[in-house]
């Protein structure tokens, strides 16, 4: 028997979507599945096991645009979307196309409106992934109305949304969908001993090592030589933060290049300092690291995160400006003194989301 052709449709924006998808594409390929995938993330957050589709010449999302990690680009973002938007037809017509000549079965959003619109175009059946629409995202902004209308069209094409833990309950959250199917989290654990992984970095297996982790971005303004004077604990940087500033103090370990197990050395930490997206959020809950969190501006689903965290594990706010000052060794003494509990979360998202759309695909292809 042939084994079905699952394509993951994926946006850019930031890892978050990525990573969890490579957690179902992992599960799809355990289940017999071949997983293939549509996204303009790098390539190296899925690793060698599934197949990149070509991109047409143009972004299969467009998410938020970013001035750097913390920062949005609300104006950017909407002049992004005028153009999308009025071609969305025509890219429908040839990522459709795209579909057909690599014999997809069945389509996994997360969460693309283009891709649903393609998959019906296709005649394939097709399914979301996520944690929030970017219809919710963008309608408190102004002028994002045509957006909004295009991007629930989308979605309204989708045979209905696999929901994710740490969403919104507003009634406008995902009201473009046939059907909501609840699944558990979709996280990463660590495949290496934290001792193995603070060994390999040099690191004393008694240091208490915080990571600073925004999505693949810079924080422009964060005084990175501030950190110097918390000599308590060792802070770790990976690229294209560990790249922003020369001559660093002593207690600040840069990684020249991403890690290709990242959460592995997330685990390895005692705290991760960040803003908070669900990719995150689910990596340290899944691996029970703290987490000291700052705001990310006018993007709801921070607003979901941030009233959950407290009640989920161990996590506490920094302000911005301490942040970006470097005062941070009060905030971490604290978070560690913590004596929060951890909440019992399933973690088996991918599993769970892998043979529903299986299954589903059988239902609807016969």
Request: with cysteine; glycine share 8%.
């Amino acid at each position: 028997m042939t084994a079905p052709v699952v394509a993951l449709a994926v946006s850019g924006h930031g890892f978050g979507h990525a990573v969890r998808c490579a957690e179902v594409a992992r599960a799809l390929t355990n289940l017999g599945a071949r997983a293939v995938s549509r996204t303009d993330a790098p390539p190296w957050l899925f690793g060698n096991d599934v197949e990149q589709l070509p991109s047409p010449g143009w972004p299969l999302d467009i998410g938020v645009a970013q001035r750097d990690g913390l920062d949005l680009d609300i104006d950017e973002t909407r002049r992004r979307w005028h153009a999308f938007a009025h071609d969305f037809e025509a890219h429908a017509e040839v990522e459709a196309q795209l579909l057909v000549k690599h014999g997809v079965d069945v389509l996994v959003g997360d969460v693309p409106p283009l891709a649903f619109a393609a998959a019906a175009r296709a005649n394939l059946p097709s399914l979301a992934l996520a944690n929030f629409g970017w219809d919710w995202i963008y309608a408190p902004w102004p002028d994002f109305e045509r957006a909004v209308d295009v991007i629930r069209g989308g979605y309204r094409q989708a045979g209905g949304l696999l929901r994710l833990p740490l969403h919104s309950r507003d009634a406008d959250a995902f009201a473009a969908f046939k059907t909501i199917d609840d699944v558990p989290l979709v996280a990463r654990h660590a495949r290496r001993d934290r001792r193995r992984v603070r060994a390999d970095l040099g690191l004393e297996q008694q240091a208490r090592v915080v990571l600073l982790s925004f999505g693949g971005f810079t924080a422009h303004g964060l005084d990175l030589r501030a950190l110097g004077q918390w000599t308590d604990y060792v802070f770790v940087l990976t690229p294209p933060l560990s790249s922003a500033v020369a001559a660093l103090p002593t207690n600040i370990v840069c990684l020249g290049t991403p890690p290709v197990d990242y959460v592995s050395l997330l685990a390895a930490c005692d705290v991760v300092v960040t803003k908070p997206g669900y990719g995150i959020v689910a990596d340290c809950l899944a691996n029970r690291v703290a987490m000291l969190y700052t705001d990310r501006g006018p993007f709801r689903e921070y607003d979901v995160l941030a009233a959950a965290l407290p009640s989920l594990g161990r996590a506490s706010y920094v302000p911005r400006a301490d942040l970006l000052a470097g005062h941070l060794g009060p905030h971490l003494d604290a978070l560690l003194a913590s004596r929060t509990p951890w909440s019992a979360q399933r973690t088996d998202g991918a599993e769970c989301v892998a043979r529903r759309v299986l299954e589903f695909a059988v239902a609807q292809n016969g």
